[in-house]
């Protein structure tokens, strides 16, 4: 979604001369509608949209759908990339851009979506947690959770290192298959949404742990005495 026409026909050539079908939206209410209609595998959003700007449009997305949201932001502006990673968006790219780089974030994206039931594919259950990776479901305390793309492999990589701190670039490494270590900040921003979503805002109660200076770590819930149960029983 782009309202500037010369922006616009630069990246419809850019995409249709790399392989992609290519749909267009020239402002915010139209990009959903169509959104809705095609149910594209990935979105470029620009901020600075008419009629519906480009965090209206996202927060619209995030209600319905876990599309993988890349956006444009203007002028390196750390406020709007900020936002956008609180938001829910997938990754973000800052104009002017270079072509290269555009396409190589929309790749990395739509691979880890495709990707995103073929990692770790064994169902895991602590209790507290239930994870599917292959029907790409998560329930806790028997509750469905729905996730982003981007956060369901947070939690996936997290749970399956119970226990072990991991750093922001391992995460970066797993989650977001970049192994760069640019951008820390998605790792954070991302797990404040995680623990939200999962209702473990309270940072001393939560199985996700923030451990300074390191990284995060999950913790499994402690598994129950077989003793006191069988004397109960």
Same mark, same amino acid.
């Given at each position: 979604?782009?309202?500037?026409?010369?922006?616009?026909?630069?990246?419809?050539?850019?995409?249709?001369?790399?392989?992609? =079908? +290519?749909?267009?939206?020239?402002?915010?209410?139209?990009?959903?509608?169509?959104?809705?209609?095609?149910? #594209?595998?990935?979105?470029?959003?620009?901020?600075?949209? #008419?009629?519906?700007?480009?965090?209206? @449009?996202?927060?619209?997305?995030? &209600?319905?759908?876990?599309?993988?949201?890349?956006?444009?932001?203007?002028?390196?502006?750390?406020?709007?990339?900020?936002?956008?990673?609180?938001?829910?968006?997938?990754?973000?790219?800052?104009?002017?851009?270079?072509?290269?780089?555009?396409?190589?974030?929309?790749?990395?994206?739509?691979?880890?979506?495709?990707?995103?039931?073929?990692?770790?594919?064994?169902?895991? &259950?602590?209790?507290?947690?239930?994870?599917? #990776?292959?029907? !790409?479901?998560?329930? +806790?305390?028997?509750?469905?959770?729905?996730?982003?793309? $981007?956060?369901? !492999?947070?939690?996936?990589?997290?749970?399956?290192?119970?226990?072990?701190?991991?750093?922001?670039?391992?995460?970066?490494?797993?989650?977001?298959? &970049?192994? $760069?270590?640019?951008?820390?900040?998605? +790792?954070?921003?991302? @797990?404040?949404?995680?623990?939200?979503?999962?209702?473990?805002?309270?940072?001393?109660?939560?199985? @996700?742990?923030?451990?300074?200076?390191?990284?995060?770590?999950?913790? !499994?819930? #402690?598994?129950?005495?077989?003793? =006191?149960?069988?004397?109960?029983?």
């Amino acid at each position: 979604m782009e309202d500037d026409p010369d922006i616009t026909l630069a990246l419809k050539l850019l995409f249709t001369r790399a392989g992609y =079908e +290519v749909a267009h939206a020239g402002s915010g209410r139209t990009g959903l509608r169509e959104a809705y209609a095609e149910r #594209p595998d990935l979105v470029v959003l620009d901020v600075g949209l #008419p009629e519906m700007d480009g965090w209206q @449009v996202l927060e619209r997305l995030r &209600d319905i759908s876990d599309v993988p949201v890349l956006m444009l932001t203007a002028h390196g502006q750390e406020t709007e990339k900020v936002r956008g990673l609180r938001a829910g968006a997938d990754d973000y790219l800052t104009k002017p851009f270079a072509n290269a780089e555009l396409l190589a974030r929309v790749e990395a994206l739509l691979r880890r979506s495709s990707n995103a039931a073929s990692w770790a594919s064994q169902v895991y &259950d602590d209790g507290l947690v239930h994870l599917d #990776p292959v029907q !790409r479901r998560v329930y +806790v305390s028997g509750e469905e959770v729905r996730l982003t793309p $981007t956060e369901f !492999r947070l939690l996936n990589v997290l749970v399956r290192h119970a226990g072990a701190v991991l750093s922001p670039n391992q995460l970066l490494s797993q989650a977001w298959d &970049d192994p $760069t270590g640019i951008g820390q900040e998605r +790792v954070k921003f991302a @797990v404040l949404r995680l623990r939200r979503k999962l209702g473990w805002s309270d940072p001393e109660a939560s199985p @996700v742990q923030s451990v300074r200076g390191f990284g995060y770590r999950y913790s !499994r819930p #402690p598994a129950p005495d077989r003793r =006191e149960d069988a004397a109960a029983g």
